[in-house]
T-cell receptor, first 112, second 112 residues
């Protein structure tokens, strides 16, 4: 069966500090991978999606970036965090060409 | 105009009643529709998907789709306090990418 992992689970960072969140998927190959952000009490905002290694599409221009160094690894990064980057970051996967997305446990980020 | 709209609630129903959750979408070309449940502080989990007009039943859950009216709903029969959560409607938009657009969710409260 497929499993998706995210870490860390929670993170408190000062404004201006860098960020690296990691997501890995087990039990599948060539998945589509997605990063979403959910602000408190709000819906999910798609940040990035990837259909393969090194293939990243950005949905929202901002100070975040994503990379996919391996087939089942997806990383979300920032060089300098802003207060507005606080939120619940969710990684999701789907089979290649499929529509159904499955979410990881999420990382709760608080920028102070 | 929001692409996927849901009433934020809270929708309060007594235990054992039928809960009806509604969602409208703006992209007439949408083909795939999903309902996710999100408990407070947790990540979304897939309840069910629906692709064709009509009803689709899975246990206590029934999804209903009407593409002509651009409307999708979720019925929960015999509601239980454990069903208390936020329910997210998601729609796949065929804009050249395989990604979902989420509504902001409806909070359901089932009163014991």
């Amino acid at each position: 069966s497929q499993t998706i992992h995210q870490w860390p689970a929670t993170l408190v960072q000062p404004v201006g500090s860098p960020l690296s969140l990691e997501c890995t998927v087990e039990g599948t190959s060539n998945p589509n991978l997605y990063w979403y952000r959910q602000a408190a009490g709000r819906g999910l905002q798609l940040l990035f999606y990837s259909i393969g290694i090194g293939q990243i599409s950005s949905e929202v221009p901002q100070n975040l970036s994503a990379s996919r160094p391996q087939d089942r690894q997806f990383i979300l990064s920032s060089k300098k965090l802003l207060l507005s980057d606080s939120g619940f970051y969710l990684c999701a996967w789907s089979v290649r060409g499929g529509q159904t997305q499955y979410f990881g446990p999420g990382t709760r980020l608080l920028v102070l | 105009q929001k692409e996927v709209e849901q009433n934020s609630g809270p929708l309060s129903v007594p235990e054992g009643a039928i809960a009806s959750l509604n969602c409208t979408y703006s992209d007439r070309g949408s083909q795939s529709f999903f309902w996710y449940r999100q408990y407070s502080g947790k990540s979304p989990e897939l309840i069910m998907s629906i692709y064709s007009n009509g009803d689709k039943e899975d246990g206590r859950f029934t999804a209903q789709l009407n593409k002509a009216s651009q409307y999708v709903s979720l019925l929960i029969r015999d509601s239980q306090p454990s069903d208390s959560a936020t329910y997210l409607c998601a729609v796949e938009n065929y804009t050249g990418r395989r990604a979902l657009t989420f509504g902001s969710g409806t909070r359901l409260q089932v009163q014991p």
